[in-house]
């Protein structure tokens, strides 16, 4: 007997009647051909019983078929019980596919829903979309360990949790005036780690919207900065790396892209991750804006100075002069004398943490808790 595969989905046991009525067979002679108990027989062809492995091979065996040839009657039918409406399984690959959705659930920056149609809503609000095909319009300029590559998902769901941050917080207007006098009042803290929780109000006051958001896992961002309508400037921070030094790099960094107005004219939000690497290897715009965090920290030229007053033997008692001479934390200065050295672990006990006052009264997303 040859395998048919049937043009209408029908239970097994529609099949193994008609193989009996062909061979004149009943069921308690074919339980006694298998070996099998006659309600099995009964329970197959009435439907209440699934066909195993075992039985299909007993079954082919018998009829002259194949194992595989009852399985595949039995698999055909109970697919054939599962109804699956509106193609919500194709849907939700397609939403995962696009998005990190488990990330962005857990970390409530959409409220999850069992309806499919407002869980795609609610993503489409998130990214900024009008219908669940288009694209994520925040564009990026991404300087990351390899350049070439395109914002991440989870970097991409990174930047648009502090866009929407930013959205709701209401600053002064800006100007690029005011943000180089807030520049000078920084100045005035750098020495005090304690003195970062002004570093919000004081760039709310110059229209710069400083907001803090979390790492997520593996994306490795240190900063961004980019434009609302191209009037209101955000700068977004991470925090990955919770060091006096880097707090400030990477704050002055993203402040120069404002500054400089990097992006505004395209629509181009800055990523910048691993902030502080090799020069040779960014753009112009990340060159000019690593300098400036440089010489935020410390002074360039007297950071030279001082190199080459005390080369090669920098003691700590040495540095913590310094430091204390140009009127910024040790820490700085141990930063900056890491970079120059490519020693990274020089005095490592003085780039104290500053995020438990940094975020003290800042917009912030993340470490447990999130600003209200």
């Not at 066909?51 to 039918?77: C, K, M, Q, V």
Request: aromatic share 8%.
């Amino acid at each position: 007997m040859n395998a048919r595969t049937p043009a209408e989905v029908f239970p097994p046991g529609e099949f193994l009647r008609e193989e009996l009525e062909e061979r004149g067979w009943s069921q308690q002679e074919l339980a006694d051909i298998m070996g099998r108990p006659p309600r099995l027989i009964s329970e197959l062809i009435s439907g209440k019983r699934a066909i195993t492995p075992e039985t299909a091979r007993g079954l082919a065996d018998a009829f002259g078929t194949s194992a595989e040839y009852w399985l595949s009657l039995e698999n055909h039918y109970q697919l054939s019980k599962i109804k699956i409406d509106d193609n919500s399984v194709s849907r939700k690959a397609a939403l995962y596919s696009r998005f990190p959705v488990r990330e962005i659930l857990k970390r409530g920056w959409v409220q999850a829903s069992e309806n499919l149609d407002v869980l795609e809503r609610r993503f489409c609000d998130f990214f900024c979309l009008k219908d669940i095909n288009a694209e994520p319009k925040l564009l990026h300029f991404a300087k990351k360990t390899h350049a070439h590559l395109d914002a991440t998902n989870l970097q991409q769901a990174w930047l648009f949790r502090v866009r929407a941050l930013a959205e709701r917080l209401d600053v002064e207007i800006y100007s690029e005036e005011k943000l180089r006098v807030a520049v000078e009042k920084l100045k005035t803290l750098r020495a005090e780690p304690e003195s970062t929780r002004h570093v919000s109000h004081i760039l709310a006051e110059a229209g710069v919207r400083l907001i803090f958001v979390e790492a997520v896992p593996g994306t490795k961002i240190d900063g961004a900065a980019f434009w609302l309508d191209k009037e209101r400037p955000v700068i977004g921070m991470t925090l990955r790396f919770d060091r006096v030094d880097n707090f400030w790099f990477v704050l002055r960094h993203e402040i120069e892209h404002i500054l400089r107005e990097d992006g505004k004219a395209s629509d181009e939000a800055f990523i910048d991750s691993d902030i502080g690497g090799s020069a040779e290897s960014t753009e112009e715009c990340e060159i000019r804006a690593n300098n400036a965090g440089s010489a935020f920290c410390v002074p360039t030229e007297q950071l030279d100075a001082f190199v080459l007053q005390v080369q090669p033997y920098f003691s700590e008692r040495k540095v913590l002069q310094f430091a204390l001479n140009i009127n910024v934390h040790p820490g700085l200065v141990v930063g900056q004398l890491q970079r120059k050295l490519g020693r990274h672990d020089f005095l490592r006990r003085h780039q104290v943490r500053v995020r438990e006052h940094v975020l003290q009264d800042a917009v912030f997303d993340g470490w447990g808790s999130a600003s209200q």
